[in-house]
């Protein structure tokens, strides 16, 4: 499987970005996808994830501003952040089944 993550960007704080994680070679046609992220000197934290059924859930730090979503047709998993705070600053990555893809860097500024 190959993953790339794509969208991250400049945006003031209160703002939105929508990433995107672009998939292939997965045998499952809905795979399940991570998103993590890391921020300037931190460890790498779990953000949210879509499931095979498209379900989705998410850190208690993100839910109720940040929604993950897939586009079938285009074998892409959304990562849509709104009311982003200077602390969402990071890199951003998508992962399935230990495969990560190269991250996109998102700064939030004030």
């Known amino acids: 499987v190959q993953l790339q993550a794509s969208g991250g960007g400049l945006v003031q704080a209160g703002g939105s970005l929508r990433l995107s994680c672009t998939y292939s070679?997965?045998?499952?046609?809905?795979?399940?996808i991570d998103w993590y992220r890391q921020g300037p000197g931190k460890q790498r934290e779990f953000v949210g994830f879509?499931?095979?059924?498209?379900?989705?859930d998410y850190a208690d730090t993100v839910k109720g501003r940040f929604t993950i979503s897939r586009d079938h047709a285009k074998n892409t998993v959304y990562l849509q952040m709104n009311s982003l705070k200077i602390e969402d600053t990071g890199v951003y990555y998508c992962?399935?089944?230990?495969?990560w893809g190269q991250g996109t860097l998102v700064t939030v500024s004030s």
């Open positions: 879509i499931t095979v059924v498209d379900r989705a």
């Open positions: 992962t399935h089944t230990g495969v």
């Open positions: 070679g997965s045998q499952y046609s809905r795979p399940g």
